[in-house]
């Protein structure tokens, strides 16, 4: 086994306090996944192209395989186990609606991406959405309802 | 049409929720209690002998509990796909014959161990000429195995009816046509994965992604020498995608994983990585086609022949693709005077499976490019040549069934409507304008696809399937199939049928698969789009007698425990035909050969609408895979070795590329098919897609593209022959 | 799952001591900025130094501002900074742009300007903006500071001139003090979000029509990105109406014919033909900017 030194760092994950302790090797996948138990974020490709692993940090998407949990100390993390209370999100109710969920891998990616989005542009335009998407990978959809869901308009009722 | 309650209207996918908020688990999330993680030792040369293993280093360390070789693999059959398929793949092998056969295999604490351990275990190769294309193959120089003389994956298959040399001797036109496709990978986002728990002896318990559980069953039990009831295929909690990626068995996944956990004593996950996942499972068959048609002035098709050749890689499908393109070839065009003769040959590359749409990709780029140059030289629009030639209802299929139903004009109609089709828009002859260097143009096309719902005379287990209806305790029903749930949906359209039998609120049923110990017995599973149809049936047979047990008893309350079984066997000798019409438009630039594909119509005939978010979910999914096929995909080698098996450089297309795309659901109910009269759509929607691009492409630039993918460069080379043939205007 | 081979992670706090630590390890060290591109090859084992230094905890080095006649973006600014900067499109506007064309949200909120100068790729999309613009990077080590043109600074694919000892903490473009300038900017990729199998960069300065000032940068499928200079001079001077494009090919091929990198999928005929195309088109919408 490796016998590089441990780091220990607090960083906030869905709103609470978080003391993680991962080797210098670990990415913020393994850490969410394997040390916090958040499983939502998914390992698809490793390498930041299929964004099954997507977060938010400090409300910006990231592919989370592709940082090192050790240097986020202090940072804001956000996964999609965060983004539903006790009802679900706007997006994740758009994503039902619109049909926008097949096999479902990817989804939870899908859906923390555009809480990112959304959170700076509300209501996004089709090319918007589609050229956000960049860093997400669909083989179910053809993103042909992720992005209908991206595009939703506001439900006041839901909207956060 | 009957007004219908539940089925036809939108309702939000049963395990939706889960997956939205990320509580939905995958074979990826799956811990099992004393759980090792496995990983598999692979070639590196595209053929070897393994003259010696040396495993000692690997299970001297801490953590390493098994290793198994090729020895392991003693008194164990070589597996073999289709009853006429040659047994040629051992689980293990000494005699590699592709960059990635599985060698030998670890068995470790974590994932991070078992891949250290592969890197310490010694195998010693001797490196043998490989054969890296079919006409290498086709020279017999070199047998790949044994079991295949000339290298053939199974018996040529060729059929013959009339005399079409006679009428090419006599007809007006003749086309003599030669194209190719390429091996597309399914770039599934969950890579593979499976677990095996070998217990107490006797017993294999196995999660994985999975097409089918009772067929995918039966076949691991005879490749690691259990009998069928010893093996339980457990579905996953959810799955992330196939595209039929797994309709067999996948020898270096299942069964090697069931022989480490026999030899460690303990369950084993086997994890693939993406790029074994893609470079070491299966693709979908390389081919190259000659189509040779004679047609007369008139339009009407009068002979036909097509000759072959599928590129089965080192243990593929082979011959049962081929029987698949044939029937799409000799049903989709009327014609008495036909030929056909395709060879599928081994050759030391990742072995060819099936994927979404088999054999009916390769054979329709064909022929529906050719059909497209057939009008464009008669001066006919496409869709009328189409319209005069195709098959309808009232003719019969391979193995002799009458069609009931194929809603050919309505899917002509309803995708030209759709799309404002009115012909190409740079004819032949007329005064095309003339592209400079640096333009973009634009272009039409529509191409027909044909595929099939159900497996009914493709393989030698007969079609049909079995399930139970119940009332639980909470005065709910319960809906047991024998169906994996892969994500397509089907478990929601399961319910909307059961729903709609009963007369009562979807979000009272629920649909349930057990693992093959305890479940209905479906043979077939999700394969070939023949759950809405064969499963569907069932469902609803066994949903219409609980409905009548409850109305005889004369309340739900009375009818709880008791278990009502349904079933359907079709009286068909041939699965359901299914049809389509695509059209598109697309954008080349002439300064980069780049085409992008600006609208996409794809309308389908579906028989019946039932869940129809999930209905339009597949064709658009559809169109994404075809659009890939047609544009951007390709799995490449260099000498044997792959060198894009990963999601850098292996292309799927991305949501910017994607063009805005309107599903057309065509209902023309078949009177015999799946509920209410519905059909398949997952596969069918394949076919016309890769012709439809590549004839708008043609639209648009003047010269036709015979080889897949339409990639950027071969675009730009095309544009390029055509402005020196008929174009003043050079560049430089 | 974690990198297959194990390394130390140092998170210093400033440049001097970044520097003392590339200064004591040496060969065995690499700095980590945004991570986007280092990330990847250490978690695939393609990458395997000893301590990993880590710019996270850095202070000073994510400046972005201009003034002073340059522009100065500091180590740690983001390629999503840079995208966003709405101010910067007077003067910069050829670099918002190829900003805006990094890859994905994902990478560019955490990836560096100066990082992906470091990595020199020869596809990379600020690179070939960079170099349209005078641009130079300042480099660090312990008691040495220097600075070197940034066309001087890449030398080969994945190659520059940083020394052992030495990190980037900088890059500084120059304000033009003339007015005038356009840009064009294409990409050809065979995906949305791809590092570009081809890419031009080209910013003009016009007066009635003529060229005044031509910058033109290739890069994508050659060993690395460089500006066409021999173009550049083809094209001062010249009144640029439309058509003119068909007099570039040669000049374009010369200047990229020994530093091509054909590839399987992009092969060399593929590159002679189009990149001629790709210059001349992307001339074209540089002039078509200008006001007549």
Wanted: net charge negative; aromatic share 4%.
């Amino acid at each position: 086994m490796t016998d590089v030194a441990l780091h220990s760092l607090e960083m906030t994950v869905n709103g609470e306090q978080q003391n993680v302790i991962c080797s210098p090797g670990e990415t913020l996948l393994d850490v969410l996944r394997d040390r916090l138990g958040l499983t939502g974020a998914k390992f698809g490709c490793g390498i930041g192209y299929c964004g099954a692993c997507t977060v938010l940090i400090d409300g910006e998407v990231a592919h989370a395989c592709c940082l090192l949990a050790a240097t986020l100390s202090a940072r804001n993390i956000t996964t999609v186990e965060g983004l539903a209370g006790d009802e679900l999100n706007e997006v994740q109710e758009s994503f039902l609606d619109c049909g926008a969920v097949q096999c479902g891998y990817c989804t939870p990616g899908f859906v923390v991406s555009i809480r990112g989005l959304r959170n700076s542009v509300p209501e996004p335009t089709e090319v918007q959405a589609r050229a956000f998407l960049n860093g997400n990978i669909c083989r179910c959809t053809g993103f042909a309802a992720i992005v209908r869901a991206a595009c939703a308009p506001i439900n006041p009722e839901l909207a956060e | 049409m009957t007004e219908l309650r539940a089925v036809g209207h939108p309702h939000r996918r049963v395990d939706g929720e889960d997956k939205v908020t990320g509580r939905a688990d995958y074979l990826s999330d799956m811990v099992l209690d004393s759980m090792l993680y496995g990983a598999a030792v692979r070639s590196p040369y595209p053929r070897a002998l393994v003259r010696s293993i040396d495993t000692t280093e690997a299970l001297a360390m801490d953590g390493v509990h098994a290793v198994v070789t090729p020895e392991s693999t003693e008194g164990l059959p070589s597996l073999r796909i289709f009853a006429d398929s040659p047994p040629v793949q051992r689980i293990i092998t000494a005699n590699p014959n592709f960059v990635g056969d599985v060698v030998a295999a670890v068995a470790a604490d974590t994932l991070e161990l078992a891949r250290k351990a592969v890197l310490r275990i010694d195998v010693d190769y001797e490196v043998l000429p490989p054969i890296l294309s079919v006409e290498h193959a086709a020279t017999g120089e070199i047998q790949l195995h044994d079991a295949a003389p000339e290298n053939r994956a199974g018996p040529v298959i060729a059929i013959e009816r009339g005399d079409p040399e006679a009428q090419l001797a006599t007809c007006d036109h003749v086309f003599r046509d030669s194209y190719t496709t390429q091996r597309q990978a399914a770039q599934t986002i969950e890579s593979l994965v499976c677990i095996c728990d070998w217990i107490d002896g006797p017993e294999l318990k196995v999660w994985t992604h999975l097409d089918s559980m009772f067929h995918f069953r039966d076949a691991l039990a005879e490749a690691v020498g259990l009998d069928p009831e010893r093996v339980i295929i457990q579905p996953p909690p959810n799955l992330g995608a196939t595209f039929g990626l797994k309709n067999s068995l996948i020898a270096g996944l299942e069964p090697l994983a069931a022989l480490l956990s026999r030899e460690a004593g303990r369950p084993v996950k086997l994890v693939l990585s993406p790029d074994e996942s893609m470079s070491a499972t299966v693709t979908r068959h390389p081919a190259t086609i000659e189509l040779v048609t004679g047609v007369n002035a008139d339009g009407k098709i009068v002979a036909r022949t097509a000759d072959l050749v599928l590129d089965s890689g080192a243990y593929g499908w082979g011959y049962v693709v081929a029987l698949s393109m044939l029937g799409k070839w000799a049903t989709l065009y009327r014609c008495d005077d036909i030929r056909f003769t395709a060879t599928s040959l081994y050759t030391n590359h990742v072995p060819g499976g099936a994927y979404r749409s088999v054999g009916t990709a390769q054979i329709h780029f064909a022929m529906e490019s050719q059909i497209d140059e057939v009008a464009r030289s008669l001066n006919l629009d496409p869709v009328e040549l189409h319209r005069q030639n195709l098959v309808r209802a009232g003719d019969r299929l391979s193995m002799g069934t009458e069609i009931r139903s194929l809603g050919v004009d309505e899917c002509l109609d309803q995708g030209a409507a759709a799309f404002g089709w009115e012909g190409p828009r740079h004819p032949d002859g007329a005064a095309a304008p003339i592209a400079r260097p640096l333009d973009v143009t634009r272009g039409v096309g529509m191409a027909v696809g044909m595929h099939h719902s159900g497996l009914t005379g493709l393989i030698p287990h007969p079609e049909g399937a079995t399930c139970t209806a119940e009332v639980t305790n909470d005065l709910n029903f319960l809906i047991r199939v024998g169906v994996v749930e892969k994500g397509q949906g089907s478990s929601t359209t399961l319910t909307l049928v059961a729903a709609e039998e009963l007369g009562v609120d979807p979000g009272r049923v629920a649909v349930l698969n057990t693992g093959t110990a305890t479940a209905p017995l479906d043979y077939n599973g999700a394969e070939a789009s023949r759950t809405t149809y064969i499963v569907g049936r069932a469902v609803a047979d066994a949903a219409r007698r609980l409905g009548e047990a409850i109305e005889k008893a004369g309340s739900v309350a009375a009818v709880v425990g008791e278990v009502v079984e349904g079933n359907f066997v079709p009286d068909d000798k041939d699965p359901l035909p299914v049809i389509g019409a695509h059209f598109c438009e697309v954008e080349v630039d002439h300064v980069t050969g780049v085409v992008r594909v600006l609208r996409y119509i794809a309308a389908q005939d579906v028989g019946r609408v039932i869940n129809v978010l999930g209905c339009r979910g597949q064709i658009e999914g559809g169109v994404h895979h075809g659009l890939g096929y047609a544009l951007c995909e390709e799995l490449l080698f260099d000498e044997g070795q792959p060198i894009n098996s990963n999601f850098m450089g292996y292309k799927v297309l991305m949501a910017a590329d994607m063009p805005e795309i309107e599903a057309v659901l065509v209902e023309v109910p078949d009177p015999d098919g799946g509920p209410y009269g519905a059909k398949g759509v997952g596969t069918p929607v394949i076919p016309a897609i890769a012709p439809a691009v590549a004839n708008a492409i043609r639209d648009a630039i003047g010269a036709r593209l015979h080889h897949l993918p339409m990639s950027p460069p071969k675009v730009l080379a095309a544009i390029v022959s055509n402005e020196q043939a008929g174009s003043p205007q050079l560049l430089g | 799952m974690p990198a297959v081979h194990p390394f130390t992670l140092e998170r210093p706090r400033s440049a001097e001591a970044v520097v003392q630590l590339l200064a004591e390890h040496g060969d065995e060290a690499r700095v980590l900025a945004g991570g986007q591109s280092l990330t990847p090859l250490l978690t695939l084992g393609f990458s395997s130094p000893e301590v990993l230094v880590s710019l996270d905890q850095c202070s000073g080095l994510d400046t972005l501002e201009q003034a002073n006649g340059q522009l100065h973006i500091g180590a740690m600014v983001t390629t999503a900074r840079l995208e966003h900067a709405a101010e910067l499109r007077v003067h910069f506007a050829l670099l918002v742009e190829a900003a805006s064309q990094v890859g994905s949200p994902h990478v560019r909120n955490f990836g560096t300007v100066v990082g992906n100068v470091c990595h020199a790729d020869p596809r990379s999309d600020v690179i070939v903006a960079l170099l349209c613009h005078d641009t130079v990077i300042q480099l660090k080590a312990t008691g040495v500071d220097r600075r070197i043109a940034l066309e001087d600074f890449i030398d080969g694919p994945n190659s520059t001139k940083i020394e052992p000892g030495e990190m980037a903490v900088a890059v500084d473009v120059a304000v033009e003090a003339n007015a005038g300038w356009t840009f064009g900017y294409r990409k050809v990729v065979k995906r949305a979000g791809d590092p570009a199998m081809a890419i031009c960069a080209v910013r003009l300065r016009c007066e009635n029509n003529y060229i005044n000032d031509a910058r033109v940068v290739v890069g994508g499928a050659v060993s690395l990105a460089r500006r066409l200079t021999a173009l550049e001079s083809s094209l001062t001077g010249v009144h640029f109406a439309a058509g003119a494009e068909t007099t570039l090919a040669a000049d374009v091929l010369a200047g990229v014919e020994s530093h091509l990198m054909p590839e399987r999928t992009a092969p060399i005929e593929y590159l002679h033909t189009m990149l001629p195309r790709l210059v001349a088109a992307t001339v074209g919408d540089a002039a078509g900017k200008v006001a007549s």
